[in-house]
């Protein structure tokens, strides 16, 4: 089940909350700490026009609420609001217990969440609390804070190791927890809180529209196929939005995860365990997912980096689909040979692909980089030439520029890696950057004449074998259709 929080500072904000999202979730939270002034009459009321199920929270500071007043003060409300209120669940602390309201919320038929928070870390003692707590007879919720791939592992164990619980919440905060949010169902929680969009409740809270239609969380059994993207960062990954849609239209059980990845080695395990069908790598992993693979194929091997594994009954397949990604908005233009000669700025991870795609069609290739011996190591390993991002001679005779280097991406759009560069007209322009969707160098590229290429080109291109090589049929979007 969804259940939206409601983070409204007045009631009335969380009313257009309720109406706009009511057909996207199961249930309410009401945080009432984090409305700007508490006013017994006026919640009762409000929560009697909700139609779906309610929980009443009132979230202290120190447990990542907004609650500045006594304890003393918060059981008096909470206890005027089970009253006089019609609420499905009450949400209380492990550490706030109050005869008075267990007794009152057991009269009016309201269940009790009994929450622990921790906003630093993952206790040790995680299961044995929660199982306590439902040995009450309360619902145990635990809501805390994953810094590792290896903790996102022992909270999905809990589905295991909690077996024997009928209810439960369990999620981590932050960017670590995103999996535990999306995946909730395979945690064994029976609900996931979803946020208003550009309002999250909590770090990590990712938005009801997001949860419902991108991620079709809801939905996911233990006969979804899942598959992801791992990276450290991964947040700003547009890849969910390529892959999501098209599960949804070819009406495939599948969903397409990010997973913020510190250790490779235990996200294989965490693969294991969730039963992983495939995942996209990003930086810094793609060198470092090599050791695990069983199979790799040709381009993989040779410029040792791979961006798409792949379970192929018995091992880990590694692809790379950054290299015919890359190809395919110049794939004719070097066939034809109007392609001839390319300068390539940047000797990163991405620029290894790029490289070795142009060499291996017969262009021939100039690396300019900031450190010189980069370029020169990949250069010499390659058969291409190198020099300095200052060697601005050695671009002028070049057909085609790709630009794999960071310069000018987001929050430093206003950078360009080769300022003093004049463009001819007559030469094409790569971008690898694809946020900003138009780099300062494409924008001078443009009004000199150039034809340009953008990064969204190859990054979609690159997408759409990563979801051929997943899931072996065609990818179903039209362009247009492929939004990000
Ligand atoms: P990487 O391995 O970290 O390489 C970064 C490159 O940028 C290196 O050559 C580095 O030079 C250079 N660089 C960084 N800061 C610089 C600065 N201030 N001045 C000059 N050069 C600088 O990264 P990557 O994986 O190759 O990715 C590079 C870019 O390509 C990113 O923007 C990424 O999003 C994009 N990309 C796009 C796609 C796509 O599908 N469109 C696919 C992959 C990557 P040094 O060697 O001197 O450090």
Known sequence: ???????????????????????????????????????????????????????????????????????????????????????????????????????????????????????????????????????????????????????????????????????????????????????????????????????????????????????????????????GIIGNPVMHSASPKIHNPAYMKLGMNAVYVPFLVDDVRTFFSLADLLGISGFSVTVPHKQHVLPYLGKITREVKQIGSCNTVVWEREYWKGVNTDYYGFLKPIYEDLEGERIKKAVVLGSGGSARSVVWALRNHQ????????????????????????????????????????????????PNDGQDPIEAYQFRGDEVLYELIYAPEKTKLMKRAEAAGCRLISGKEMLRAQGILQFETFTGLTFPLSEAEVVF
């Not at 010499?380 to 790709?402: F, N, P, Q």
């Open 363 to 410: 262009c021939s290739v100039t690396i300019l980089n900031r450190t010189v011996e980069k370029a020169a190591r990949l250069a010499r390993e390659t058969g291409a030439s190198w020099g300095g991002l200052d060697e601005l001679e050695k671009i002028r005779e070049a057909d085609l520029i790709v630009q794999t280097t960071s310069v000018g991406m987001i």
């Open 1 to 227: 089940m969804l259940c939206l929080t409601m983070t409204g500072r007045t009631l009335e904000e969380n009313l257009k909350l309720k109406e706009n999202l009511s057909p996207l979730v199961d249930l309410f939270e009401l945080r009432i700490d984090l409305l700007e002034s508490i006013d017994i009459p006026q919640i009762a009321e409000f929560s009697r026009s909700v139609e779906k199920p309610l929980i009443l929270t009132c979230r202290r500071e120190r447990d990542g609420g907004a609650y500045k007043r006594t304890d003393r003060t918060r059981a008096s409300q909470l206890a005027q609001l089970l009253e006089s209120g019609r609420f499905s669940y009450v949400d209380l602390e492990e550490d706030f217990r109050r005869s008075e309201l267990e007794q009152r919320a057991q009269q009016r038929g309201i269940e009790i969440i009994r929450s622990f928070h921790d906003t630093a870390s993952v206790p040790s003692d995680l299961f044995t609390r929660m199982d306590r707590i439902a040995r009450r007879g309360e619902i145990p919720k635990a809501a805390v804070t994953a810094d590792s791939i290896s903790n996102v592992l022992t909270i999905f164990s809990a589905r295991q190791q909690l077996k024997e619980l009928s209810r439960y919440i369990i999620l981590s905060m932050g960017d670590w927890g995103v999996p535990t949010r999306i995946l909730y169902k395979l945690t064994g929680s029976f609900l996931t809180y979803v946020s208003p969009e550009g309002m999250p409740a909590a770090s990590g809270h990712l938005d009801a529209q997001a949860m419902k239609h991108l991620f079709r969380a809801d939905q996911v059994d233990d006969r979804t196929k899942i598959y």
